[in-house]
């Protein structure tokens, strides 16, 4: 991980009966990434799906993630 936050966040959540929706990646350091949600806006056949969204920086502490490891992720 680039940094513990997601932990410490869900540590925080803990108490509340909650925790981060996470993006499991399956190579690379960053091995979860915060959830972004997205959805379909036009539903229906031949409808294009909504793409999955990765963020490129902590939401917490603003650090980076590895964008070339998390790209690579995306794309498969
Ligand atoms: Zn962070």
Redesign the pocket.
């Known amino acids: 991980m ?4 997601i932990a410490k966040v869900d540590e925080l959540l803990k108490p509340h009966n909650t925790r981060l929706q996470l993006l499991l990646i399956l190579s690379g350091p960053n091995s979860e990434l915060p959830y972004i949600g997205t959805e379909q806006i036009e539903k229906g056949r031949g409808k294009p799906k909504a793409k999955t969204m990765f963020p490129s920086f ?1 939401p ?4 980076k993630y590895r964008a070339d490891e998390v790209e690579n992720s995306a794309a498969a």
Request: proline letters at 0%; aromatic letters at 12%; a negative charge.
């Open positions: 680039t940094c513990e936050c902590c917490f502490c603003g650090t």
